[in-house]
């Protein structure tokens, strides 16, 4: 059964560095998406990306996230200079898009630990 | 006001007994609900997804919507070990973009 998957599954970096995690969706799936969770918080959403731009964004994504979708496989968050704050689990998730918006495939996360 | 709002638990039940979680939300707009399961430092696992009211059988589960009252259920039969984890609601206004999930409860399923 094809699934989402992420890379790295753990990421730790220092206060101001650059990160980038990365997401291989489902092949035939056609919009993505980032969240996040804190750990022992809810699930948040970040960004969804469709036909290579950005749909919506929440007020966490600034102007230290970006997205990409460099090639027909990967799905990139940035962190340009990461803060303590942004230590989480990072969730990439896929949708096909022909049932609704509701079938969403995350991948297993990528925690990152900012020191 | 929160825009989803779920009870965080934790509910501890025996095997076999019938779990109900539920949901709660604000944005009339939302018309597409999804419950995921999610195991201790693990993606969320969809589970169901239904759209506007009515209800959705699989299997063990139920999922059900009163867009009336913005409450939304889900119902586990014949529950298992196996059940234990955090249940997350989702829902969403209807475009492919924002979602917004409740809390999560926590389950445990005491043989």
């Not at chain 1, 206060?15 to 919009?31: A, D, K, T």
């Not at chain 1, 918006?101 to 630990?113: A, D, I, N, S, V």
């Not at chain 2, 009211?53 to 014949?78: C, H, M, P, W």
Request: hydrophobic share 30%.
């Amino acid at each position: 059964e094809p699934e989402v998957t992420q890379t790295p599954s753990h990421q730790v970096t220092q206060m101001g560095q650059e990160v980038i995690l990365r997401c291989v969706p489902i092949s035939n799936h056609l919009y993505f998406y980032w969240y996040r969770q804190i750990l022992g918080q809810k699930v948040e959403f970040l960004v969804s990306f469709y036909n290579n731009e950005i749909s919506e964004k929440s007020e966490i994504f600034d102007d230290q996230f970006s997205v990409e979708r460099p090639d027909g496989s990967n799905f990139t968050l940035k962190i340009r200079s990461t803060k303590l704050e942004d230590s989480a689990m990072y969730f990439c998730a896929s949708s096909k898009g022909d049932r609704g918006p509701g079938e969403q495939y995350f991948g297993p996360g990528t925690r990152l630990t900012v020191t | 006001q929160k825009e989803v709002e779920q009870d965080p638990g934790p509910l501890s039940v025996p095997e076999g007994a019938i779990v109900s979680l539920n949901c709660t939300y604000s944005n009339s707009a939302f018309q597409y609900f999804m419950w995921y399961r999610q195991y201790s430092r693990k993606g969320p696992e969809l589970l169901m997804y239904t759209y506007s009211s009515g209800n959705k059988e699989d299997g063990r589960f139920t999922a059900q919507v009163d867009k009336s009252s913005k409450y939304i259920s889900l119902f586990i039969r014949d529950s298992q070990p196996s059940d234990s984890a955090t249940y997350l609601c989702a829902m969403s206004a209807g475009n492919f973009n924002k979602f917004y999930f409740g809390s999560g409860t926590k389950l445990n399923v005491k043989p």
